[in-house]
């Protein structure tokens, strides 16, 4: 079973299994606000983040972001939140399950849903170079490791001068204190959970493992330097998540950088 079918299985009931999760939610709506905010100083200082390039298929709004591995939604809707309104938000996920349960929701017309599989990303078709923002929560560990560098260089593709990149992601490689929280949280909660809620223990199973086989957060950080980024920046979450999930920064140089 390929990662994107697993998340299939999952699709119909992950919503309420993240529910479940104490500040889930909330680190998701913390990710959304780093990227609009940082987004909009650009645009105030005149960065060339926001200069009017010529796009296709894509709505003349005052900023465009991108949601990838947007999932049934719930990353889509903090951003949608955070964003100033004639934002526009495509949100990607690789899980047509997915796919479905985000767009059975009520948007906004400048939010739209399409699938891609990072890591084999048409930018092009996407556009390059024209996305202010990109958002991307809990992905890159479900990227193979030889792929990596390539998912995280097409995000850098994919923005504009001067965009910003944020990540979310767990990440316990190289902190025993993180990994012991991670196995009791996944052992004694989240696999049971999955096996009672969902009787889908093979992709909670799979969640608890891919964390595990995850980047150190320096690691991933030298990801994102080597792909081009500068200001690269990472702070922790609040609360059983401490040293367990972690968002970066990341920012596409400008053109005369």
């Keep these: 079973m390929s990662v994107a079918q697993a998340f299939d299985r999952g699709a119909a009931r992950y919503d309420l299994m993240v529910a479940l999760n104490p500040g889930y939610h909330r680190e998701l709506r913390r990710a959304a606000a780093a990227l609009v905010e940082r987004t909009e100083i650009c645009r105030r200082r005149g960065s060339p983040s926001v ?30 939140d955070a964003a100033p309104p004639r934002t526009a938000v495509l949100g990607l996920d690789a899980s047509p399950g997915m796919l ?7 948007w906004p017309a400048e939010v739209r849903f399409d699938r891609a599989v990072a890591g084999t990303l048409d930018v092009d078709v996407i556009g390059r170079g024209r996305h202010d923002g990109v958002l991307t929560c809990y992905l890159f560990r479900n990227v193979a490791a030889d792929q990596r560098d390539l998912a995280v260089r097409e995000t850098y593709d994919l923005l504009r001068p001067g965009g910003w990149l944020v990540v979310q992601e767990y990440s316990v490689a190289g902190n025993p204190r993180a990994r012991r929280v991670w196995d009791a949280v996944c052992l004694g909660v989240i696999i049971p959970l999955g096996i009672l809620v969902d009787r889908n223990r093979d992709l909670y199973r799979y969640l608890w493992r ?27 979450a609040t609360g059983w998540q401490r040293g367990v999930l972690h968002t970066f920064v990341a920012r596409k140089p400008d053109r005369s950088t």
């Design 210 to 236: 891919s964390v595990l086989n995850f980047d150190p957060v320096d690691r991933f950080a030298e990801r994102l330097l080597a792909a081009g980024f500068t200001d690269v920046a990472h702070r922790t």
């Design 100 to 106: 479905a349960q985000a767009t059975a929701k009520d």
């Design 51 to 80: 200069i009017d390039l010529p796009s296709i298929d894509i709505p003349p709004h005052d900023l465009s972001f991108i949601d990838l591995a947007c999932g049934s939604g719930a990353s889509t809707r903090a951003l949608v």
